[in-house]
């Protein structure tokens, strides 16, 4: 386990501590829903306290992947969870709930809850929140079962960050009743700029009509009908994809196949999204399933047609 600060950080320089908010996800990888809740971890007040506890993994290895991390150092904790299921790292998490005087628990995601939320209820924490960030997952019955479980055994607020999430999650757990709060971005860093010069920050052609699109290189992101349907289009069409994931050489591979690669730039992880978002032409999400993401909302602050 690697935890930093004790409750008491020295971002609160004077006065009391009024709440301690504890956040816990599966893992801290680029992503929509862990993006969010390390901007929730960022606008926190000045005089409460945030912390973020990722099941998987460890803090050398997230902030290898994702360096933006290295400015929170001292409000995470990693428990690097084994595969499968833990029954310790409930008593583990437990523990630590008590050891960061948590006052709210906000879990995001099946696993988080799971453990989280019970952990949570034995250290004697009153105030519980589950987030749903969408609902593919929901699709498997095992997992509708287990969350079926631990919504039972943990009755926390249920919150859903899109009309559609809360529709579903109302019809497949009626014995709750979820409320929804809508995602929201930073206007002060996705504005519009130059888009000139946003295409020499990251390497991008400027004689071209750019399609940019945004998320791990996962199926459900649907990159592939992407790529497919940008091949279909005038030669002066290229795609600037920001992020990664298992996919990448898959996906590389169908550009060379349709030959392609020349019109296809794979920007990997890019750290600097509004300079993303303001060198495109428009933005194309072209996910299979979603809650309410962000990246089409960054980039239409940042004037940016999206799709």
Not at 159 to 184: C, M, R, Y
Request: aromatic share 6%.
């Amino acid at each position: 386990m690697m935890a930093t600060q004790r409750k008491h950080s020295t971002r609160v320089k004077s006065g009391k501590v009024t709440l301690t908010t504890v956040h816990i996800v599966q893992h801290l990888a680029p992503g929509g829903l862990e993006t969010m809740v390390i901007e929730l971890l960022k606008q926190t007040p000045a005089h409460e306290l945030c912390y973020i506890i990722s099941l998987e993994g460890t803090q050398q290895q997230a902030i290898q992947h994702w360096p933006i991390l290295r400015h929170f150092q001292s409000q995470l904790v990693f428990l690097d969870k084994a595969e499968g299921f833990q029954l310790s790292l409930i008593k583990q998490l437990s523990a630590e709930l008590k050891r960061l005087s948590a006052d709210v628990v906000h879990t995001h995601h099946i696993g988080p809850l799971l453990y989280g939320g019970i952990a949570a209820r034995m250290a004697r924490i009153t105030t519980c929140i589950h987030t749903e960030h969408d609902m593919w997952h929901l699709q498997n019955t095992k997992r509708r079962h287990v969350e079926t479980l631990a919504l039972k055994l943990v009755n926390p607020i249920l919150v859903a960050d899109a009309d559609e999430v809360s529709k579903q999650l109302n019809e497949l757990f009626p014995f709750t009743e979820s409320k929804v709060i809508k995602n929201g971005i930073d206007c002060n860093r996705f504005v519009p700029a130059n888009q000139a010069a946003a295409r020499r920050i990251l390497g991008l052609p400027a004689d071209t009509l750019l399609i940019g699109t945004a998320g791990r290189l996962v199926p459900v992101k649907s990159h592939t009908t992407l790529i497919k349907a940008v091949s279909r289009l005038p030669e002066n069409t290229h795609l600037a994809i920001a992020g990664a994931g298992p996919l990448e050489q898959e996906l590389k591979q169908l550009c060379q196949n349709l030959n392609i690669s020349h019109r296809v730039h794979f920007l990997g992880l890019v750290n600097d999204m509004p300079s993303f978002y303001q060198s495109l032409d428009l933005f194309c999400l072209p996910s299979s399933c979603e809650g309410f993401p962000l990246s089409p909302l960054e980039a239409q602050a940042c004037n940016i047609l999206s799709w």
